[in-house]
């Protein structure tokens, strides 16, 4: 079994940084591409970014894009995200996945393991 533990989350104001981790109990994610998404209250779990086996082949979503930055981590086998210039509307639960494949994808059908999802509150 699979674990995928997210850490780092918390109330931050708006303007702060804050950075997101994710481990995964095996080191089958050494070989896949992993990703962020989040929830935010009364919506849908939506894209953040996404990195690929080997650190490279980053993509964001427009509405990061240029305040988050993702990377992998410990030998491959982990990925962290760091947040700057956060505004409420990053307010949300973010949850780590692993993909399917060598690469993260825009789509949530595209990964197999998923954390449980920490909470990133930003206040005005």
């Known amino acids: 079994q699979v674990q995928v533990t997210e850490s780092g989350g918390g109330l931050v104001q708006a303007g702060d940084s804050l950075k997101l981790s994710c481990t995964v109990s095996?080191?089958?994610?050494?070989?896949?591409?992993m990703g962020w998404f989040r929830q935010a209250p009364g919506k849908g779990r939506e894209f953040v970014a996404a990195v690929g086996w080997r650190g490279g082949n980053a993509i964001y979503a427009d509405s990061v894009e240029g305040r988050f930055t993702i990377s992998r981590e410990n030998a491959q086998s982990g990925m962290s995200l760091q947040m700057n210039n956060l505004q409420p509307e990053d307010t949300a639960v973010y949850y780590c996945a692993v993909a399917r494949g060598p690469l993260g994808g825009r789509g949530q059908d595209q990964y197999r393991y998923w954390g449980q999802g920490t909470q990133v509150t930003v206040s005005s």
């Open positions: 095996r080191r089958t994610a050494s070989n896949n591409g």
